[in-house]
């Protein structure tokens, strides 16, 4: 094998992954961060974040061998814990027993993959922030945030692993003629609030679970965390009434979070420092093309396809990416220009699909899910699946549960279990007749139909 | 009124027009150019452009009295003049009679706007590169391209008008969080080629009209120049057979206009020089928002909206830009927050309108324009438009000869009337029965329907 000096900009969870993968084949790999070392410095300020890790970015981190330490620092989530505005409260299991998703934060999944990396002789450097590429050369110039210095660093590969606001991709977008560009924010942000563990590190709400507040056109969120705390999400309106505009005071915060939330209210104690002194955080989707230059560059994970964060899977969709290279690796051995090129046309449909399935699963997380007929047709999915299971694999466990399922291919299943879920849930009085034999066979039916 | 110091970035046909729109307000009007004097320094380079000059222009021009010199170095269009590959030929009237279209320079028109501008005070910079904008001080810092000195300029308000690729849009997606923006390439490149006048300056093809060589996947078009000769642009994929990667040698080129433009290949002398000597330029579309920062700072023109030229309204929609922006300085006086808000409000529906609608109308033009069918379709439209005007004005005649009709509207209505003629062309035997009175009755009925 041909040995490569190789570059990654970025070491946010997915350049750490990749680094990983590189450096086991051999290539002398190192990455630049533009923040300081997490491992170090408290650089969360305010945004926590937890990740809901599932299969797809499990199988990526079985290869290189961390998932066991990473099991050790996760929570699992058996499904979706509804928190009603009437105080009444709903359980949605994500999948069949033992499939589940992980509450697993990101500052310390990162780190591990850090530490890891090093012991694969990868180099990291901090407070180093990519400036400009010279695409001829393939050097890049380095701003040292420290001491403003500049420094050119020349790599034979070069991998854009920094975020879905990219400098890498910034770069590539001038430089390139004819990039299909585009950035998409919904009229949503985003803001972390904070649940304290109970006495001696006890969880105040039900710990397997993700938590949910649906109230139609926002939403609570909360993931648990291994210390017995829990990180809330507000999902909240820019602007309009209530918004994070509307509620500029916190006195009104706090009325609000009473009417609201009143069943978690009294659990954060927090509420208005933590809402006045974290940031409002905007949600974009970032599509892109292409993603690569000859045998020489490629943009990775966010960089490439930022989505929203409502099917749990945007870490999970750059860990795939990483799966995806190494086989892609494994196939072509030295051929780089045919490993970029055949990762860009294998990831680009799959990264498309789950970021239109991620927008629209923000209308079903924050709206549908306290809908009583959204919750039959799940019923009755989740029933035809179980006597059915070769048939019907619901979206969710499509994308959630099942790495050999593409996103793409997962899109377009959903949309014809979609077609057919509203011919079901049509037929007269089907609140009454839902677990009657004439809707299973009309579902056997439409089914054979389809695949006609 | 509150007189202002100005900057406009870009002295394109669309800046030069707005800073005679402000500079007849009484307003100090700086503008800055990157590339030279274009009336000292022939900057073609291969892309002489030939405008298509239309209603929405015009009214733009005439408002500022300009319009009389324009006309003097235009050539009207009355139709499209298309030829077949078997040597036959159509010809379509764009609208009804004394409804016309007019071929002019893109230099000689941005030649007289920039004369007149200085006519009213306006200073012209040029070799004046934007660099970076700061948004908090209105700072902009030009580099001077010929001795690299850079300059901070300070302006009370500052339009971007620097086209498609716009460097104060670039600055202001890199500081405004939430922008949206996108751009998109077609498929398709285009290049140009040149016809020369004929002995003592005659036309070599039918002088008033636009030609068209619509052939199925790709297309050749020609405008005339008031020096007799015609500039043709022709369309053509980037990839595939043919196209600009295919057509890799003088031989290939000839042997295939031969072929495939047989009736006007003895009229270009120049043919393979031009070929390999023009640049193969690209198409882009480009959408974004919001375009304006309170009362300090717009994008205007191609910078907010840059559109394909297959409807020929790129120029056109930015001139308009300029009319509305110089209606509601008329009703908002100094109020420059509440003229930029609804500047932008206004303009954005119409150019996504425009921008689409273009973008529909390469397929008909390369494509469509030879088919029986849709000739036939326009013919049915165009009777039934004399005989009901009120009623009927053809897509096409909206956008280009109705400024009183906005794109957005005209879109809506180019939709409802295709959803017509679908039903229309659908009738049995609509081929002998076209004049006959049971179609109109049909289209009677079908418009009443849609306005119930």
Not at 31 to 50: H, L, P, Q, T, Y
Not at 289 to 299: C, H, M, N, S
Request: one cysteine or more.
């Amino acid at each position: 094998m041909n040995k490569k000096d190789i570059i990654i900009i970025g070491a946010g969870p997915v350049g750490s992954l990749l680094s990983i993968y590189l450096a086991k084949r051999g290539h002398a790999v190192k990455v630049f961060e533009r923040r300081a070392d997490m491992r170090k410095e408290n650089i969360s300020a305010g945004r926590s974040i937890n990740l809901a890790l599932s299969d797809r970015g499990i199988k990526a981190l079985e290869a290189v061998g961390i998932m066991d330490a990473i099991r050790e620092i996760s929570i699992p989530m058996h499904g979706r814990f509804i928190h009603q505005q009437d105080g009444s409260n709903a359980y949605q299991p994500y999948g069949n027993a033992g499939q589940y998703i992980n509450s697993v934060s990101r500052g310390a999944l990162n780190a591990k993959l850090m530490d890891l990396a090093e012991q694969h002789q990868v180099e990291f450097y901090f407070h180093e922030k990519c400036n400009s590429i010279n695409w001829e050369k393939n050097d890049i110039e380095f701003e040292k945030t420290l001491s403003q210095h500049t420094e050119l660093r020349h790599a034979d590969l070069i991998f854009g692993s920094d975020g879905a606001f990219s400098a890498a991709r910034l770069g590539y977008q001038l430089k390139h003629d004819r990039f299909q560009y585009q950035q998409y924010y919904i009229n949503f942000g985003y803001k972390e609030l904070h649940i304290p563990p109970g006495p001696n590190g006890s969880f105040q709400l039900e710990k397997n679970a993700l938590h949910i507040w649906p109230r139609g056109n926002f939403m609570l969120i909360a993931l648990p965390n291994i210390d017995g705390s829990f990180t809330c999400t507000l999902f909240f309106p820019f602007e309009g009434t209530p918004s994070f505009a509307s509620l500029d005071t916190k006195e009104k915060v706090q009325e609000f979070f009473n009417n609201t939330f009143a069943d978690i209210v009294a659990l954060m104690p927090g509420l208005t420092d933590d809402f006045f002194n974290n940031p409002t955080s905007s949600l974009v989707t970032v599509k892109c093309y292409p993603w690569v230059v000859d045998d020489k560059f490629a943009l990775i994970g966010d960089a490439a396809h930022a989505i929203v964060p409502f099917f749990g899977q945007g870490m999970n969709c750059g860990f795939e990416d990483c799966s995806v290279l190494e086989q892609l690796m494994e196939v072509h051995g030295d051929n780089w220009n045919t490993i970029l090129q055949e990762f860009q046309q294998s990831r680009k449909p799959d990264s498309d699909a789950i970021a239109d399935m991620a927008l629209n699963n923000f209308v079903e997380m924050r709206d549908k899910v306290s809908d009583k007929k959204f919750l039959l047709q799940k019923k009755i999915e989740s029933a035809f699946s179980k006597k059915y299971p070769d048939q019907w694999i619901p979206a969710y466990a499509q994308v959630t549960f099942s790495p050999h399922i593409r996103y793409s291919q997962a899109l377009q299943n959903s949309l014809k279990q979609e077609a057919i879920m509203k011919e079901v849930m049509a037929l007269p009085r089907i609140e009454e007749i839902w677990d009657q034999p004439a809707v299973e066979e009309k579902m056997l039916e439409l089914l054979s139909n389809q695949t006609q």
